[in-house]
């Protein structure tokens, strides 16, 4: 169950300082870039700003980063490794020259960029994300984006499916129990047995957390869940308008970069 | 009226809505997370253009969750909503394909679900397939667009492939949602029948309505009846029907009535969530006590100036924690009011002190325990002063210093801070004392209010054996004492102490103390436990148990009833030592083996439920038992008609009373005959009636030879049902005759336990005949007379 409690780190580090917008729209810079580039430095340099963001500027032990590391690696390997096999021509960094000779298939350098672009990506946004995770408060988030004028309720949600998350997975562990002990299945065998399984825990679920939704919803109701015009919050959100202005301007010059980088020629949408 | 189209009612939610589409949104997660679906994914589309389509076309079922929303509610907003909690729920677990999510996901969900508003002419269940289908080609071109552009599939003509693919595929998962959505609403799970922009709109008088106060009352209800179904309006099938009742200032007031009567019903007709936010029709008045002291029609009383002066506790506290930290918890309702921050911060601390929970501020919600979650939730309520408070159950989670506590808390909010408290609650021991008036739900009609002496003196006995209806011990006691021609004056005790004092005078002489005598015991060993630890919870346990036994456990929350049970079942495997089933040790069988001897009831029954009917629930049981279709529905009738099923054996399970739930995870069980059965606080949130059914069933199982474990706080069902106690506190700190534990009072201290009034007679006559309590009256009599 550990595992499933929320990442926020309590801390006082630099970018725990700024606010969760601020953080947000850098985050979605880094996210347009990483996704949408096709220059291989700028992916590197794009990951070693993540890194090095996520390490010396948030006071947050590495080996936390590498709990969930040791996670997606294996997976950003795969990924880095097995895709260049099939890499049909998308727009990526690197020549068509042959690369590497493999029994499959001899690999080009763009095959490999592509590759290696995936797996940056992939390792940018991992980095990013945790980032976030790790120095944002659920409830900053909720607070900073409702007096920015977006809709509590609507904010406010993504926190109760946080607060929720454990239950489902506690509500999931007891019925995955349910069926061993009852012999869910008792007449099936291998795959089609886990199906069955499958099947159920993912009705049982429902049934029992959406029947539950309606005390839920009246418990929110009853405690005036935004009905007032004005609300008030009691945490003191971090964040300045200098820093948000920054990141702002840091999305708009994504957006410009990506802009000047885009050439359709690359893109394979010619019908 | 004709319908209205509004497609702003699209795309606003109401709390409902929020709800269905943030536990949607969660259940996704938890499906994609354990799935490992994004791998999936990414592997698949490694494999080339073939895998690429194949990807497309299961690629829909990841939206069934999803648009089960809309199913569901009718509203576009909530699948787009429901995806962004998946995606922010994966976010903030540390998932890194979280934020892609908000790339690849939010866009064609988005597109999927403007089909609502665009083709909300055409209504019906077609809605969903396009929707998902459309979602399904949507989420290809996502793909397209972030991995740059067709030959992710190998070129223009597979890409087409893919996404003509994925429109078959969304299809068909599409017809999966309309299928899913009809098979929660057989199981129970609430639904609205057309889409609110198609609501015709509901005219709601507004005007006030004031009314001077006769007495000192601060609610009134004048000839009030409600429905359930606003199409039906029949007084006859009125779940509440004509009810005329005041509630008066500063007092606690207690609703009685057998599980299902409307006690609840009543209590949300209050506070105006029924009928105002989930439905039903009213006719009559209800009359609330305003800010200027005088009594205000409910429905003219704006709802968030309703819900500050009139507030309620629901019965699981999980429930309705919505906000990750102690402080956050309490400071919720308060934030919602606006209220200004410093008096926030004075109320949440002052709230906080009151509970005794003061100092766990940073503490996250799901950490707490039971009672800390119980004392939480009440805590948000002493922050919010609300002049009357309904408590709903407050006390059924808890071990009895627990319901102490909270039973002290609940008659302090009425004298120090002038609440008035309306209580639901089964456990009444330790209500009636502190009760002002009693009002008894009977037949969908209320009657008194009555005194607790009234009640008792008026009804009597027959709220036990007639009504189905828990009254204290001491009242029972004092009552069947009466019946049974003892002289022990005109009023009926509610309390041990006043019962004791009254039988005390009218001893003759007092008994010199015996040793008690444990039945021999000629029976054969079918469990052992030896030397199991579990490290946190207890140590160094041995225990043997042996067929035929009726065995409690017990011990104060969190002492690790449920986990020794676990344990024994074979179906926790964090301890040391060795648990033996007929001498071959548990660790060397596998858990089908373990399930042919020993079958376990878990506390919540609704968890164990694993078929779509209740005949099919009990079938199950004997399934494998290579018995022929006739036998096997013989059977079943059979075990159906003992546990009064039989006439609900087409239902979905999920649609049974709690009292039907029990006996059908009870039936599912004894079918096969187990020789050792476990149970789980079996009684919990039952009424008398059902719980004793429940207990005589269980002895006459252990009468026929199986072995029966259950563990339980409630000394009562201990007293009259268990013939040997395990009590839980780090270790097992007593193992015998329920009277004898009932006689130590430093153990009963020590395990957060109390004795029960009959047990405490028992001990105090030194009745060494002690078999269950009417043995125990006949004892009494026969002491006193002589």
């Keep these: ?271 | 009226m004709k319908p209205t189209y509004s497609i702003k009612k699209d795309f606003s939610l109401d709390t409902m809505d929020i709800v269905i589409a943030v536990l949607l949104g969660v259940c996704q997660a938890v499906v994609e997370i354990f799935g490992l679906l994004g791998f999936l994914e990414r592997t698949v589309w490694a494999t080339g253009p073939v895998g690429f389509a194949i990807y497309a076309f299961y690629n829909g079922t990841t939206w069934i969750l999803i648009f089960l929303g809309a199913y569901l509610r009718k509203r576009a907003m909530v699948p787009v909503l429901a995806v962004a909690v998946t995606a922010l729920v994966r976010w903030f677990s540390g998932d890194p394909d979280g934020p892609i999510l908000l790339f690849y996901a939010l866009f064609p969900v988005s597109f999927g679900a403007l089909i609502f508003p665009l083709l909300r002419w055409r209504g019906g269940s077609l809605l969903f397939v396009l929707s998902v289908a459309v979602t399904s080609v949507a989420n290809q071109v996502a793909l397209f667009v972030g991995q740059g552009g067709f030959q992710l599939a190998d070129g223009t003509f597979w890409a087409l492939v893919s996404m003509g693919i994925a429109s078959v595929g969304g299809t068909l998962w599409g017809f999966a949602t309309w299928y899913l959505g009809r098979g929660l609403e057989v199981a129970g799970v609430n639904s609205v029948d057309q889409p609110p922009s198609l609501n015709v709109e509901m005219s709601k008088s507004s005007e006030i309505k004031i009314k001077e106060k006769k007495e000192d009352q601060v609610i009134e209800f004048n000839n009030y009846s409600f429905w359930f179904d606003r199409k039906n309006k029949k007084q006859s099938d009125a779940q509440l029907n004509s009810i005329s009742l005041a509630i008066k200032k500063k007092s606690i007031v207690l609703l009685v009535g057998e599980s299902g009567a409307g006690k609840s019903t009543l209590a949300l007709n209050i506070l105006g969530v029924y009928p105002d936010y989930y439905g039903g029709a009213y006719e009559g008045m209800i009359w609330i006590e305003n800010d200027l002291d005088q009594l205000q029609s409910r429905d003219s009383i704006p709802k968030d100036k309703r819900f500050r002066n009139v507030n309620i506790v629901f019965q699981n506290p999980e429930d309705q924690t919505v906000c990750l930290t102690v402080e956050e918890e309490v400071s919720f309702a308060l934030e919602n009011y606006g209220l200004e921050k410093s008096d926030i911060i004075i109320r949440v601390k002052d709230a906080l002190l009151w509970v005794g929970l003061l100092g766990k501020e940073e503490v996250s919600v799901n950490e707490l325990s039971t009672g800390e979650k119980q004392r939480l939730v009440l805590a948000s309520m002493v922050a919010l002063r609300p002049k009357v408070l309904i408590l709903d159950e407050p006390t059924s989670n808890l071990d009895p210093q627990g319901k102490d506590e909270i039973i002290k808390l609940v008659n302090r909010l009425r004298d120090e801070l002038d609440m008035t408290i309306v209580l639901i609650e089964h456990e009444v021991d330790k209500v009636f004392p502190i009760v002002d008036e009693i009002f008894h739900i009977e037949h969908n009609k209320v009657l008194g209010p009555f005194t607790p002496e009234s009640f008792l003196s008026e009804i009597g006995l027959r709220a036990r054996d007639e009504l189905g209806l828990w009254i204290p011990q001491a009242s029972e006691i004092s009552l069947d004492l009466k019946k049974r021609g003892m002289d022990i004056g005109d009023s009926i005790d509610v309390t041990y102490e006043s019962l004791f004092q009254k039988l005390q005078a009218q001893l003759s002489k007092m008994l010199s103390a015996d040793k008690d005598k444990l039945e021999p015991n000629q029976l054969s060993e079918v469990l052992k436990l030896s030397n199991v630890s579990t490290g946190d919870l207890f140590n160094s346990i041995n225990l043997s148990f042996k067929s035929r036994e009726m065995v409690a456990i017990a011990g104060a929350n969190g002492s690790g009833k449920s986990i020794l049970g676990s344990i024994i079942a074979g179906i926790y495997h964090n301890y040391s030592g060795e648990v033996f089933i007929h001498d071959e040790n548990i660790r060397n069988l596998n858990l089908e083996e373990i399930t042919n001897t020993i079958s376990y009831i878990f506390q919540i029954p609704e968890k164990q439920f694993v078929r779509n009917t209740v005949f099919n629930e009990i079938q199950h049981g004997i399934r494998d038992k290579n018995l022929d279709e006739s036998a096997i529905n013989k059977k079943v009738k059979e075990v159906l008609e003992l546990v009064n099923l039989w006439s609900r054996r087409d239902a979905s399970p999920y649609i049974l009373s709690h009292g039907q739930k029990r006996r059908l995870s009870v039936a599912s069980m004894i079918v096969s005959k187990p020789k050792v059965l476990i149970l789980d606080e079996p009684t919990f949130g039952q009424d008398f009636r059902q719980a004793k059914n429940l207990m005589l069933l269980l002895k006459d199982l252990a009468a026929s030879g199986t072995l029966i474990i259950f563990m339980t706080n409630d000394m009562k069902i201990v007293s009259e049902y268990a013939n040997r106690v395990i009590v839980l506190k780090e270790k097992v700190i007593f193992d015998g005759n329920p009277k004898v534990f009932f006689n130590e009072e430093k153990l009963l201290e020590e395990a957060h336990l109390e004795s029960p009034c009959i047990a405490r007679l028992n001990n105090y006559f030194n009745l060494s005949e002690y078999s269950n309590y009417d043995a125990v009256l006949e004892s009494i009599i026969k002491e006193i007379n002589g």
């Design chain 1, 1 to 271: 169950m550990d595992n499933f409690k929320i990442t926020y780190q309590q801390g006082d580090s630099f970018i725990h300082r700024l606010s969760p917008y601020t953080k947000l729209m850098i985050i979605l810079s880094i996210s347009f870039v990483a996704i949408f580039n096709t220059s291989l430095s700028v992916a590197v340099g794009l990951f070693l700003f993540a890194f090095c963001s996520a390490i010396f500027l948030t006071n947050i032990p590495y080996k936390l980063y590498w709990n969930f590391g040791k996670i997606i690696l294996p997976f950003v390997f795969i990924i880095s490794s097995v895709f260049p096999f099939f890499y049909g021509g998308q727009v990526t960094a690197g020549s068509d020259l042959i690369a590497i000779s493999t029994p499959f298939k001899d690999l080009t350098w763009s095959a490999l960029g592509f590759g290696a672009l995936l797996g940056l990506r992939f390792l940018t946004l991992a980095m990013a994300g945790l980032t976030f995770a790790f120095t944002t408060h659920p409830s900053d988030l909720v607070q900073n984006f409702t007096e920015r004028g977006w809709n509590y309720r609507y904010v406010h949600a993504p926190v109760l499916g946080l607060i929720l998350f454990p239950r489902f997975i506690k509500l999931a562990l007891e019925i995955l129990l349910t069926q061993k002990v009852r012999n869910l299945g008792f007449e099936l065998k291998g795959f089609r047995k886990k199906i069955h399984r499958f099947r159920h825990l993912v009705f049982a679920m429902l049934v029992l957390g959406l029947r539950n939704g309606q005390v839920q919803a009246m418990a929110l109701d009853v405690r005036g869940y935004a009905s007032n015009k004005k609300r008030t919050f009691v945490r003191n959100s971090p964040g300045n308008k200098f820093t948000e202005t920054i990141s702002l301007i840091i999305l708009l010059l994504s957006i410009i970069y990506l802009i000047s980088q885009f050439n359709p020629q690359f893109m394979q949408w010619n019908i």
